[in-house]
């Protein structure tokens, strides 16, 4: 026999419902109990103190004073038919009868009923213990006697002029009449029960929905799980996440956003008031494409930033930001760069070094010594290869040289000549080449660009580089200027900062999202500023040529050689004929 399939469990936010609505009942009943309990009680006590002061008055009346003080001292009690038609029955039900009592009744020093509405009863023993009230002492009662049920109240009655009690009067009202009382005044707390009841089961749903849109309808082990998932992708990835909710604050800033950035957790931060690059920003404006991604500086980090809405189920829930460093990626751009430049130049001029080889062979075969000798010491003052740059014998740092030498043949391939300023004099070794290649292959490569852009006819990129000692290690000092049309008017009246903004290019097709252009200058800016040096435009350069003169300081990048001495004179950089003195290419003896 096949089994029936299970049934799926409540959902958590039914059975919260359920919970609720349970828990408003219990406490809607248990509050309409407990006010109709203390409104029976109420009743009661107003009844007792009713028929208190009721026995209060026929016990006090002279003639029923009079009256059982005759009857009790008789020898015996008179028969029913005289006390019917005596005096006290008159007075206790006239009494009755006046306040709607369920019985008056009055009886003598021994308990034996003197007036009683039944006229049965009349002589018999009453029903209920009378020892308290002919005691002399007046109490008020609970109990349930020959007519039923009742609350009333028992008072001595005393001798005229007398402390001698004679009798005592019992009034009481019927427990029915208590409960017909409640049953009106219960309706009040029935409607406000069923009112409390609706409130609470509408308050109950209301709150189930709100529950439901909280939890985007997910049970609690899957938040739960979701949860666990989230710290582990969220502090597991190299990958920057920033999350956005849909108010405008910070929800998600995982590690690697933090470590990128170089903020601290800024969960619960407004978003728009956040420390973050603006671009950032921009990618989740309303007006922001989901698709591009942009080129983001942060501090010495290139990070590539893009930007998702994030929706569930047609829920707005805010934006995704991812970042990606791209800072080791461009590095090594720039070092693959050099080199596939200098294995170019290498592979080009391999023909000329084994023809130079073959012309020493060819001397000394025929036996011309000499002649091999002087062109052996030509060779040695110039190389065995020639990179295309003017004046490159004034480089002595083998990494500045071939760098620049690389820089050289690709210029040339572009129409350009790369020359080395004459006041160039490098005598330290650079020490932190991933540094100075960043910042000046910006700088050359910009220039040659704007050279090849220019309009003047001979085309040329000039580069001056000075080291200056310290105890800490030298500064390379850098000035490249073009034969370019300079900085845009409208840039150079800004005071050239422009150049440094993130994503500043003066390329003639605009930049592509995630190409790398427009944040050369600004990363080389940054580099060399957190070195403790700077990059500066010195001229802006004016239409037809010279172009724009940029000036770069790199502290801590240069180590002095053992055993050269290197004194500041007055020949030097900081003397009187400085780099940017009268005799540099910057000066008035220079076409520059």
Known sequence: ?????PRPPLRFSTQTLLLQLGVVLLVVLLSGAVHAWLTYERLGREAENQALTLARTVASDPAVRREVLAISREAGTPPASVLLAGPLMAVAEGARTRTGALFVVITDETGLRLAHPDAERLGEKVSTDPSEALAGKEVTTRNTGTL????????????????TVVGEVSVGYSTESIVQSLARDIMPIALTAAGSLLAGALASFLLRRRLQRLTLGLEPEEISTLVHDQVAVLQGV??????????????????????????????????????????????????????????????????????????????????????????????????????????????????????????????????QHQQARDYLARLAATGPLKFP?????????????????????????????????????????????????????????NAVNAAVAGSAADRWVEVELLDEPGPDGGTLHVVVADSGDGLAPETAAGGAEAVFAEGFTTA??????????????????????????????????????????????????????????????KDSFAGNDSFVGKDSFIGKDNDV
């Open 1 to 5: 026999m096949k089994r029936p399939a």
């Open 148 to 163: 039923g049920p009742s609350a009333g109240a028992k008072v001595p009655v005393f001798a005229p002029d007398s402390d």
């Open 238 to 367: 190299d990958d920057g996440v920033i999350g956005v909710s849909a108010d405008g604050r910070i929800s998600v800033f995982n590690a690697a956003a933090q470590r990128l950035l170089g903020q601290p957790d800024l969960t619960g931060t407004p978003w728009e008031e956040a420390p973050v690059p603006e671009q950032l920003k921009v990618l989740t404006r309303p007006d922001a494409a989901e698709a591009d991604a942009v080129e983001v500086i942060a501090g010495a980090r290139v990070l590539v930033a893009s930007a998702r809405k994030a929706l569930h189920r047609r829920e707005d829930l805010g934006w995704v930001v991812m970042l990606r460093d791209r800072t080791e990626l461009q590095h090594l751009t720039r070092q693959l760069d050099a080199v596939g430049t200098m294995s170019t130049a290498l592979r080009a001029q391999r023909h000329e070094f084994a023809n130079q080889l073959h012309t020493i062979a060819g001397f000394m075969s025929i036996g």
């Open 389 to 445: 740059v003017d004046q490159a014998e004034l480089l002595q740092d083998p990494y500045l040289q071939a760098f620049i030498g690389a820089k050289g043949v690709e210029a040339d391939e572009r129409g350009v000549t790369l020359r080395i300023g004459p006041e160039t004099l490098v005598r330290g070794q650079v020490t932190e080449p991933q540094d100075v290649t960043t910042v000046l292959g910006n700088l050359i490569d």
């Open 508 to 569: 003639a097709r605009p930049a592509r999202a995630g190409g790398g252009q427009g944040l050369g200058l600004a990363l080389a800016r940054q580099l060399a500023r957190r070195r403790g040096g700077d990059v500066r435009v010195l001229e802006p350069g004016t239409p037809g040529g010279p172009g724009a003169v940029f000036m770069a300081t790199l502290p801590r990048t240069t180590a002095d050689l053992p055993g050269k001495d290197k004194p500041i004179g």
